[in-house]
């Protein structure tokens, strides 16, 4: 392809972002329903709480019922999915028909979860199809760079919700250690002295998960 | 066949899995929604094609030489083939594009040509676009993936493959880029045929942009990256609309234009897929002289007929469409998509009385049609019966080296049993469209 935009880069970038985070927001879904079971059933207060959206559920079943389908909710799983959708279907010359479609896939399988009598269960299909998507991005997509700018994107959301979600720190430092490595690849322009700050906080054991997540806010450059 | 309709959930299923759809405002709203497809493919022989193609071909052909000569000489008029007002006044004309010769002289690099076959067999011309024709898509990629769902009915029957299309486009625009990349100008992803855009994008090469990325310097086009760094652009396939292209030169408060690539284009320095000022040529009040223009321009019969029609400019037909406006077809030159259509049995005393005021007062506007007795093609209903309904066919003409005719074509049919109207917009569906090898 070989010429990349300011307007494409910021497809591609959020479509990893968004991509990624429907599938990390999902997968702690999938824990906090299992936690509100027979645990805490209140814990999805925990999770907004820890993600940052508003608290507008009320109760367990609400949240059970509308974090992943509720189109009408910006914070929800469907309205991600739908954000990633927008920044695909932009870019179908870059990253091609087949990649697409692994998105379009994911939103299927949200709508029919919604009407099964086992969504819960049923939403795993969307974890499948995200992975399918990441796969079809590895094998089909040429462009090195393209790659690249995509996997920071989702490099990026990943850190930022491991640390919101207080994730282990040997999670948060190999997650941040691939998301460098693609951050240096994508050629995109970034503040280095951010990056020397994080690596120099990272040889701390106990470094400050909040002080990292407001450094990565103005790590890319314009 | 059977294959393709006990296929055809599975087909359907793939078309939803690669997003074949189009863009509707409904309500002010936008929405996306599937393409509806019917397994039931247009059969067209491989001798029946072969006249399309030859029909087809000259009819091009003509029209480009009308539109060089239009905004060139204008011989056709001082000769009096065609009355000046039918050129000056249609509203595709545009005097910018007067003494401008686009590179290697082709104005309609891709022509969709409307055509219907009757009950007796005959086809017949029902329109020219030669602006921004849509639609080749859809066929391209149903194709494809029938051919995964249902493979026996292509191994049992001989059809040309049309999954060539992305080559014939990428060889026109080749042909007439003047030095540089190609590019596909969409107005954006809230555009109807915007599926289309992105997909011929992928299928060409070409690179997809709406415009905010490209800029005009010294009367060049440049395709500008995320760090500064100029590409020069050589073929633009445009699918925004004349009068949105370029707000110097036309509509001032477009935002979805290029500034100065008039200017670009004017001066030779990149090729607009299709050409500005097409317009003229696909006017419905044009159409009526297509059969004279390939007779004045190749010295040849039409091969392919038009709908028989009448123009009330010229009295005569204005007498006759009066005299029998029950049994005629009415459309506004300015329209398209479908509206503007208006049956003339279809009004109640009081519209008809007004429709012919309208007419009486700007004659020019309208063309009369005599109906023609559609030859129905099967489609399969909700229920999954055999109906028969309206169907068109738009078939795509490219010109580059040589004009050529893709064997295949966009099929599109009225969902509605008492319908004419076919187009997408208004409810139709499409089928794909088979021309046999043999």
């Not at chain 2, 080559?167 to 969409?186: A, F, P, R």
Request: glycine share 6%.
């Amino acid at each position: 392809m070989g010429i990349i935009t300011i307007d494409k880069c910021d497809h591609l970038f959020w479509l990893g972002r968004y991509t990624d985070r429907v599938h990390t927001t999902l997968k702690y879904y999938l824990k906090t329903a299992d936690l509100m079971i027979d645990s805490d059933p209140d814990y999805y207060s925990v999770l907004c709480k820890k993600v940052g959206i508003p608290d507008i559920y009320g109760s367990s079943e609400n949240f059970k019922k509308k974090y992943p389908f509720d189109e009408t909710d910006p914070n929800s799983i469907i309205s991600s999915l739908n954000r990633a959708y927008d920044n695909a279907i932009v870019m179908r010359d870059y990253i091609g028909t087949e990649t697409m479609a692994y998105i379009q896939l994911a939103i299927d399988d949200v709508k029919t979860a919604e009407k099964s009598n086992a969504p819960i269960a049923d939403l795993i299909l969307v974890i499948d199809h995200i992975l399918a998507f990441w796969g079809c991005v590895n094998d089909m997509i040429d462009d090195e760079q393209i790659r690249n700018i995509i996997k920071l994107g989702k490099g990026i959301e990943r850190l930022d919700l491991y640390l919101s979600l207080d994730n282990p720190v040997y999670e948060v430092k190999r997650t941040y250690k691939r998301m460098k490595g693609f951050l240096i690849k994508s050629k995109l322009r970034y503040d280095e002295s951010i990056i020397y700050t994080i690596d120099s906080m990272m040889k701390d054991s106990e470094f400050n998960y909040s002080n990292v997540k407001n450094l990565l806010r103005n790590l890319i450059q314009e | 066949m059977d294959d393709l309709i006990k296929k055809s959930e599975t087909i359907n299923k793939l078309l939803a899995r690669y997003g074949v759809k189009f863009g509707i405002y409904k309500n002010g709203e936008f929405k996306e929604q599937l393409f509806p497809f019917d397994p039931i493919p247009r059969i067209i022989k491989h001798d029946e094609f072969t006249y399309l193609e030859k029909g087809l071909t000259q009819r091009v052909d003509a029209l480009n030489c009308f539109l060089a000569d239009i905004y060139g000489p204008k011989h056709i008029v001082k000769d009096g083939i065609i009355p000046e007002e039918f050129i000056f006044s249609a509203k595709g004309f545009l005097a910018p594009c007067d003494g401008v010769t686009p590179p290697k002289n082709i104005y309609s690099h891709i022509s969709g040509i409307d055509l219907v076959q009757s009950k007796d067999n005959n086809w017949y011309i029902l329109e020219d676009n030669l602006r921004v024709p849509s639609g080749a898509s859809y066929p391209m990629i149903a194709r494809d993936l029938q051919r995964r769902g249902a493979p026996e009915a292509f191994s049992d029957n001989s059809v040309l493959d049309n999954r060539n299309y992305a080559d014939l486009l990428k060889e026109v625009m080749d042909h007439v880029n003047t030095g540089g990349i190609n590019v596909i100008l969409s107005p954006g992803r809230y555009n109807a045929a915007f599926f289309e855009h992105s997909y011929l994008a992928e299928k060409t090469g070409a690179v997809l942009t709406t415009g905010k990325d490209i800029v005009c310097e010294n009367d060049n086009l440049y395709y500008i990256d995320y760090n500064g760094r100029k590409q020069r652009v050589g073929a633009v396939y445009r699918r925004i609309s004349d009068e949105y292209l370029d707000p110097m030169t036309f509509y001032e408060e477009s935002v979805i234009g290029i500034p100065h690539i008039f200017e670009a284009y004017r001066k030779g320095n990149v090729a607009l897929i299709n050409a500005p000022g097409n317009g003229v040529a696909d006017d419905k009040g044009i159409y009526y002289f297509v059969p004279k223009m390939i007779r004045y321009y190749l010295s040849q019969d039409a091969v392919l007929m038009n709908a028989l029609t009448y123009l009330p400019y010229y009295e005569k037909d204005m007498r006759y469409v009066l005299d029998n406006f029950d049994k005629l077809v009415i459309k506004d030159v300015a329209e398209a998509g479908g509206y503007g259509v208006v049956f003339g049995s279809s009004l109640t005393a009081e519209k008809k009385e007004e429709f012919i005021a309208l007419l009486k007062s700007q004659p020019r506007r309208f063309i009369a049609q005599e109906v023609i007795d559609f030859y129905d093609l099967d489609i399969l209903d909700e229920s999954g019966k055999s109906v028969p309904r309206k169907a068109d066919l738009r078939a795509f003409v490219l010109s580059g080296d040589t004009t050529r005719v893709w064997p295949s074509g966009l099929t599109r049919f009225s969902r509605n049993p008492d319908s004419f109207i076919v187009n997408s917009s208004q409810g139709g569906g499409f089928k794909d469209t088979w021309v046999l090898s043999q």
